[in-house]
Structure formats: C-alpha cells, structure tokens
C-alpha cells in the first residue's frame, strides 16, 4: 500500500484545513486508517484515528471536539478536517494504515500500523 498525504499548508489561527490521504496499491476496506503528527524537536504523537469499517472513530486530547476523521473507502481515500487550528497544531502530519480489523482506539499507537505516508507540513500562525 502506497499512501500520499496532502492539504497541508499554512493558516492563520482559528482558521481550518482538510487533510487527505489517497492510497494506492491495494483498497484500504481492510485497514485501520490513522493520522499522526510530529513537531520540530518532538517525538510523532498520536491524532486520530478511523476504523476499517469506518463506523468507530478515536481523537487525541488535544484535537478531540475541532477536528473529524473519515474514510471513502470507494475512493481510497481518507480525511482529516481540522478547525480552530492553533499554532501548537503546528507539525507535518503523517496518515498511516493498519491491517488490522479492530477499533479505531485500538490503533492509537504507531507500531499498530503497517503502511505511512510521507507526511504533509501544517503550519499555523499567530
């Protein structure tokens, strides 16, 4: 599987921005689909993550109630929309999948995930 994220860019602080991550290679109706985040001098943590079957869904603390997961799966396709961004939201944002039939809380960790993207930078300013 071959996943390409992409949306990211830079915004002004309260402002949104929609993610997405396209895969390639194989259908994604199998996998658990997350997103990660990792910031200058940080270690990558976790942001949300999506269910195979899309119907479970799980957030971090700090996004959780201003950002939304979600899958077409007929377009191989998985989005993260974020509003209210904040400059500590700031970070290049990675989506990943795992092959795994499980919760999306249960794919909260990065070693869960088997395929990752490449990242796409989100810059928020003041």
């Known amino acids: 599987v071959q996943l390409q994220a992409s949306g990211g860019g830079l915004v002004q602080a309260g402002g949104s921005l929609r993610l997405s991550c396209a895969a390639s290679?194989?259908?994604?109706?199998?996998?658990?689909m997350g997103w990660f985040r990792q910031a200058p001098g940080k270690e990558r943590e976790f942001v949300a993550a999506i269910s195979w079957s899309g119907s479970s869904t799980y957030y971090a603390d700090s996004v959780k109630g201003r950002s939304t997961i979600s899958r077409a799966n007929g377009k191989n396709t998985m989005y993260l929309q974020m509003n209210s961004l904040k400059p500590e939201d700031t970070a290049v944002y990675y989506c990943?999948?795992?092959?795994?039939?499980?919760?999306?809380?249960?794919?909260?960790?990065?070693?869960?995930?088997?395929?990752w993207g490449q990242g796409t930078q989100v810059t928020v300013s003041t």
């Open positions: 990943a999948a795992a092959r795994r039939l499980t919760t999306a809380q249960a794919i909260r960790f990065d070693y869960d995930y088997d395929y």
């Open positions: 290679g194989r259908t994604l109706g199998s996998y658990g």
